[in-house]
């Protein structure tokens, strides 16, 4: 087997972080009857609301399949609405859903912001912000297949 490039043990570093990162946020959110996807849905719908499901789709890590099904769970739950606008249907928050969100939001900010906070200086997290911006940057211009 070929050595690693620095590259790809970066890449297989931040896949494992996200992934153990994730595992404890599900765990962490579970006081607040959320997933880490959940929690990411409400963020962005709050966010850019209000918003398709295609520009939602966009937005976060859950799969076009995932996605419905998560609204459709989340409507039930009286979290969001979807309203139809002749061929447009668009997704808003309720009251019941901001509440949730709010209630969350500084508890799972402070939880993620310790991972960083706990082992990194202030100048290394804005250096770290830095290169992060500029990966991610650098990949939105490569084109994904069939779009």
Known sequence: MQQNTRGSLIWLRLTRFTHHSNLLSNDFLKQFDLTTAQFDVLMQI?????????????????????ISRMLARLEKDGLIERKQDWKTKTISLTNKGREKLDNAFDAQLAFQSSFFDECLSEEEQKTLYSLMSRVQKNSEKKKLPNR
């Open 46 to 66: 709050s966010t850019y609301e209000p918003l398709t499901q295609s520009e939602l789709a966009e937005k976060v890590t859950v799969t076009q399949g995932g």
